[in-house]
């Protein structure tokens, strides 16, 4: 069997043979930050907002980024191969120290680590997925992109146990955004988005969404969605840098719209694939 491979400190090297110290802070504390960069035909998606939003993890942990945007490059673009659509997965920790202790350790060098996936079509997406709402119960600091993932997993699989994609996550009747996912909702007519705040992560995918929609003159705005709205919007989606955009097509057992996917979201998938392909080829 072959394995892909890998980057590790400074080594390319099959999956198999990557280890780490079992006194790694990652391991052991969760102590860490991670980024996922699609890559469409071996060029890597909006690197610099990606890098920009590592850089701001690493400083809010207090950890200096390691390299620049053209070492970076020359990193990762070796661990792409002829898959049309991919994604690296990039993760850094404190790195191993001497003993387990909650403080930051002294003298000690991260761990990088990086590899590549293939991104997989989700199946029938033109049908639309079921989504549910639940209370977030995460940390105050979801703009950070940390390894530390629990309070999302466990609220994903209650999810994924009642046959639904996703669960969006409501704080003080307020949407902030889906348990691996950004929330877009169309209200009125307008494309609409809770803004960035220590309550959501900063998506890149987000970002274009809101920037294509903007240069094509549909109505977008980013403002606060309460409960009541989102369940009274035509059309509800989930984005992200492995799903893209995906069209919820039932809340919490009831329709949403028409119960398929709406026309915003069609054209909006049109222009995703279209900008796709034009900062690919």
Request: one cysteine or more.
């Amino acid at each position: 069997m072959s394995f892909p491979t890998v980057y590790l400190n400074d080594e390319y090297l099959p999956l198999s043979e990557a280890k780490i110290s079992v006194l790694d802070r990652g391991f052991l504390f969760g102590d860490g930050v991670y980024e996922v960069i699609p890559a469409y035909n071996r060029r890597l998606f909006h690197l610099p907002e990606h890098l920009q939003r590592l850089a701001n993890s690493l400083d809010n942990i207090h950890l200096a980024v390691p390299y620049d945007q053209r070492q970076w490059q020359e990193i990762l673009t070796p661990l792409l191969d002829d898959t049309p659509d991919q994604y690296i997965y990039l993760q850094i920790t404190r790195g191993a120290a001497e003993k387990r202790d909650h403080a930051f350790p002294r003298n000690v060098s991260p761990t990088v680590f990086a590899m590549a996936a293939p991104i997989k079509p989700y199946p029938d997406l033109q049908r639309g997925v079921r989504a549910i709402t639940m209370e977030d119960s995460r940390w105050r600091l979801c703009h950070v992109k940390a390894i530390t993932l629990l309070g999302n997993i466990l609220l994903r699989q209650q999810a994924v146990e009642q046959d639904c994609a996703e669960a969006i996550l409501i704080r003080q009747d307020h949407i902030t955004e889906g348990a691996a996912s950004n929330v877009f909702a169309v209200l009125n007519g307008t494309l609409t988005t809770p803004p960035n705040s220590n309550d959501i992560l900063p998506g890149i995918t987000r970002d274009v969404i809101l920037q294509l929609a903007r240069d094509n003159q549909l109505p977008a705005s980013e403002k606060p969605i309460s409960l009541r709205q989102l369940q009274s919007a035509s059309e509800i989606w989930l984005s992200s840098s492995t799903r893209e955009i995906l069209p919820v097509v039932e809340l919490d057992g009831a329709a949403v719209g028409a119960g398929r996917p709406g026309p915003v979201w069609q054209t909006l998938q049109g222009l995703f694939r279209e900008y796709k392909q034009s900062v690919s080829s």
